[in-house]
């Protein structure tokens, strides 16, 4: 599928997606939030029943999978996953109430995610320093951001996209700024971590990662692909 066809059809989905209202954005945030829990259950199980082996993170990490599957098939809100959605309207656009509209989407689905995230059961703690999770954030944002353009270009293939790349954000230990909080939270409410700490340690350099990843490196870029090889005549529309 031409780069083209797969920028208007993630444009227009970004269109539809920042017309939604709060209550929608809300719950939707909220339920990919509960979601993503599923992730971390999964390889909770997965660890439970394996040998301590050099080998068990390789499967393991299968399970992490498993909450983009629910939240990318369900249609449900993900932060990383907006990242590109909407920014593609806004880099068309380029107008102050389209980008008002993206931060709101912005805003909502992530106090969505977080909210819910912090009812879910954390298998570990997530102990890297700012500077690494904002590293590791940028490719975690860029690997899940590449799934929604891939998804775009193809009907049949779905589910061994969204396997295969957020298979490598896990086993890779890349940052997310949903995904991970359900460790850091849950050591908020046993008391090992303070709020502080989750903001400006983990939360914080995560979320500027994962938005540059998304933006920056995905939708900024293939924007610049499809404008620069688009006819003059649709420039204009792009």
């Known amino acids: 599928m031409a780069a083209l066809v797969i920028h208007e059809t993630i444009r227009k989905n970004g269109d539809e997606e920042l017309l939604r209202p709060i209550s929608a954005l809300a719950w939707s945030g909220l339920a990919a939030g509960l979601s993503m829990g ?4 999964t390889e ?21 999978p498993l909450g983009f599957l629910i939240v990318i098939i369900g249609r449900q809100q993900l932060f990383t996953e907006n990242t590109l959605t909407a920014i593609i309207p806004l880099h068309a656009a380029r107008n102050l109430a389209t980008l008002m509209s ?11 995610n977080l909210v819910e995230a912090v009812r879910q059961l954390a298998v570990e703690a997530a102990g890297v320093s700012p500077a690494v999770a904002t590293l590791r954030g940028v490719f975690a944002g860029w690997l899940i951001a590449t799934v929604v353009w891939m998804l775009a270009a193809t009907e049949t293939a779905r589910i061994p996209i969204i396997v295969s790349l957020t298979y490598v954000v896990g086993l890779a230990d890349l940052t997310h700024v949903v995904v991970g909080s359900v460790e850091v939270l849950f050591l908020i409410m046993i008391g090992v971590k303070s709020w502080l700490s989750f903001v400006t340690a983990y939360m914080r350099p995560t979320l500027v990662g ?6 920056s490196l995905v939708s900024a870029l293939n924007h610049a692909q499809v404008v620069a090889g688009a006819p003059k005549a649709r420039i204009s529309r792009i």
């Open 102 to 112: 993206v931060l709101k989407l912005w805003a909502v689905v992530l106090t969505a």
């Open 44 to 64: 909770a199980l997965f660890r439970s029943s394996l040998p301590d082996a050099p080998w068990r993170a390789l499967v393991t990490n299968l399970g992490y």
């Open 38 to 41: 599923f992730s971390f259950l």
């Open 210 to 215: 994962n938005t540059l990843g998304g933006v």
